[in-house]
């Protein structure tokens, strides 16, 4: 299967995901909603972050793993077409490789005196979002641990005093 295809696959199934998370936090405005309703919006809303990080990061790795498999397929592809289409003929001159990195995302174009440049700056906000996202996800998700604990903790208080029954 093309890396091309899987590329718009993934990141469309994590969107997915966190667009039915978002429902789900929308959902809680409803009447009818679960009871305790904060602890499964904390939930719901830790689902959506992990999946929104999850689609970020999978878009940006399957943008460097595209342009990777670029080089070297067909004419004028060394180094890759990415850090070829685009820029100005004074940028080119001089190319020698590309190097792909997966963490932190990245393709830098390398010239023949050790010189770089980045083939996008989409690289940049991929970069800093995926651990935004993925951190927002753990956050909400002990938030919501948390608060399930504080109330079993009550419950447990109250059923054994039964001065507050």
Known sequence: MSPVLVGFGVPALCAVGALVAAAGVAAMALPGRPEPWPVHVLRRAAAMAACAAASVYSLGFFAVLTADVAVGDGANSV??????????????????????????????????????????????????????????????????????????????????DPATC
């Open 79 to 160: 180094p890759g077409p990415v850090c070829q289409d685009g820029f100005d003929e004074d940028t080119v001159r001089g190319l020698s490789h590309g190097r792909a990195s997966y963490l932190p995302l990245g393709y830098d174009c390398v010239r023949d005196d050790g010189t770089a440049y980045s083939s996008s700056p989409d690289y940049v906000w991929m970069n800093w979002a995926t651990p935004a996202l993925a951190l927002c996800a753990v956050v909400l998700a002990v938030g919501a641990g948390h608060m399930a604990q504080a109330r079993a903790r009550r419950a447990v208080v109250t059923a054994e």
